[in-house]
């Protein structure tokens, strides 16, 4: 059962939901592009954390700053890493031994700042990067990167695009794309769930 907590990050307050598991392993989930609609309530978001859930982590999701209830406004991705490191640090000192980090679409895109940055999670996965849309190139390593996932109609993650980044990082992470998928998962969203089910520890 989540229960509505608060984040405070520097003088923003983000609005998370909680929903505490074993402290033996937490996850923080981070959702789309706030400018576009995104935030924890998004579809593929609630799927990740089902996901996390049904293997028994504490799951921590939230809003970036500007967004839904968070105060703060919108950083163009930089305050946002700021929420991050907020979130994380809000499972550690509840306790969690083993840091997880799971994002979507923009949120994939500022967790791996956060990894590339090398922050320490047990395990990274991306759903979506959207390498079509923002640039990558500052992303130089991907340690910890374990899953990453794409639609092979996502136009905004294109899995060759994708796979080049795979490919520059130097990194050997399960690549799954799945078919008949774009980017919002529309009628995919069980298939997703699947592959991330096989995958959680």
Sequence with gaps: MEETVTIHCNNVRLEGLLNQDTLEKGVVITHPHPLYGGNMENPVVEQI????????????????????????????????????????????????????????????????????????VRDHIMISPPMGFMSFDDVVTMPSTGLILTGAMDDIAPPEMVQAAIDRWQITPQFEVIEGCDHFYAGCLPLLKDLLLTYLP
């Design 49 to 120: 954390l089902r996901s996390y859930s049904e293997k028994g982590f504490t799951t921590l999701r939230f809003n970036f700053r500007g967004t839904g209830k968070s105060s703060g406004m919108f950083d163009n991705g930089l305050g946002e890493l700021d929420d991050v490191r907020a979130a994380l640090s809000y499972l550690k000192d509840l306790g969690v031994n083993d840091l997880y980090l799971a994002g979507y679409s923009f949120g994939a895109r500022i967790n791996a700042s956060i990894v590339s940055s090398g922050y320490g």
